[in-house]
Nanobody
């Protein structure tokens, strides 16, 4: 049974940091693209970061680029999202997802590595999500 367990959410002041974790059970995360999505109240779900199969590449939404860093630890079968310089716009429910849907996370022969996409249809399994609140 595939299971994704997120941890590390909570409340933080503006300018602060949090590190989210996404631990996989029943699958090897490195064989999939792993993405982080978030949804704020009244807003659409937003793909914010992903790491490709085998960790060949990463991608970030413009809203978090330069502030968030995605990484993986194969020994722990866990993907992390380090979030720095948080602001109130980052308040949302954060969810990790894994996927290998064809056409979304394909091998790029130009870069000789896998890519990942920040589009929800590219992901097969989703965690339950956790709350991140940034307020003063």
């Amino acid at each position: 049974q595939v299971q994704l367990v997120e941890s590390g959410g909570g409340s933080v002041h503006p300018g602060g940091s949090l590190r989210l974790s996404c631990a996989g059970a029943g699958l090897v995360l490195g064989r999939y693209a792993v993405g982080w999505f978030r949804q704020a109240p009244g807003k659409d779900r937003e793909g914010i970061s992903c790491i490709s199969i085998k960790g060949d590449s990463t991608s970030y939404a413009n809203s978090v680029k330069g502030r968030f860093t995605i990484s993986s630890d194969s020994a722990k079968n866990t993907v992390y999202l380090q979030m720095d310089k948080l602001n109130s716009d980052d308040t949302a429910i954060y969810t990790c997802a894994v996927g290998a849907v064809a056409g979304y996370h394909d091998y790029d022969f130009r870069t000789r590595g896998f890519q990942c996409a920040l589009e929800a249809p590219g992901y097969d399994y989703w965690g339950a999500g956790l709350q991140v609140t940034v307020s003063s």
